[in-house]
């Protein structure tokens, strides 16, 4: 049987892009999703994706989530960490409430989903892999999203702790995309275009690709995978 792969936030942009790819290239995808239940539900039967619901910034939710993915095809291989929410908001702006909501979305729900694989794979005796999706900027912040890149950078570093911690029975890596769906801004899109090294703004499709090398890299662990035309350089 094919490998499953838990992609959370995989109902819609990113997500979907990268939960479609794989079910292409063979894989058995479980779309996690929390308030795209429409999407979710279009994407499940176009594409043939197992669906669970749930809210990743809610620390009790985590647990009852994996174990609902679970159920799904009986076993999980790989999880990708890609739920996110992109709030903007500065130093001044910046509320408990939303901080702690973006901690445990981008930083919690992802400890505790690898958590729970780590142990459901060691009891199988297996072994599989993390992908945490992160933020080319996360190194050259805004103070325009204070409470994101906190939370992100925290992320990025969890890769590295938790590839040491929970080798050899898990890899894990990040990704970091840069221009490649547009949030809006097509201003900042036409800058990029003309100030990349590369000439050009991505797609979803070249994050979708390093997430298949990462599934299947089985020599790599405790990386960040930039995919952002060179941005990092800037």
């Not at 890769?159 to 990040?174: I, M, Q, S, Y």
């Not at 900042?188 to 298949?212: C, D, N, Q, W, Y």
Request: glycine share 8%; with cysteine.
């Amino acid at each position: 049987m094919s490998e499953v792969v838990l992609m959370t936030g995989g109902a819609r942009r990113l997500g979907s892009v990268i939960a479609r790819t794989l079910i292409q290239k063979g894989y058995r995808v479980v779309v996690h999703y929390n308030k795209s239940e429409e999407a979710a539900r279009v994407f499940e039967k176009t594409h043939g994706a197992k669906i669970v619901q749930g809210d990743l910034s809610i620390p009790e939710a985590i647990e009852p989530i994996f174990q609902e993915a679970l159920t799904r095809y009986g076993e999980i291989d790989h999880v990708i960490n890609n739920a996110s929410c992109f709030e903007r908001g500065t130093i001044g702006e910046l509320t408990l409430e939303a901080y702690q909501r973006m901690m445990n979305l981008h930083t919690t729900a992802p400890l505790f989903l690898s958590k729970a694989l780590y142990h459901h794979l060691l009891e199988r005796g297996r072994t599989g892999s993390i992908i945490n999706i992160v933020d080319t900027k996360v190194s050259k912040p805004t103070a325009s999203r204070i409470g994101y890149y906190l939370s992100k950078s925290a992320l990025l570093e969890q890769t590295k702790v938790l590839a040491v911690a929970l080798g050899p029975t898990l890899r894990v890596n990040a990704i970091s995309p840069g221009a490649v769906l547009s949030n809006g801004d097509e201003e900042h899109f036409k800058k990029m275009e003309k100030i990349l090294p590369l000439g050009r703004t991505g797609t979803a499709k070249a994050v979708a690709e390093a997430a298949l090398y990462l599934l299947e890299a089985d020599f790599v662990s405790g990386i960040e995978l930039p995919v952002d035309g060179g941005q990092k350089l800037l």
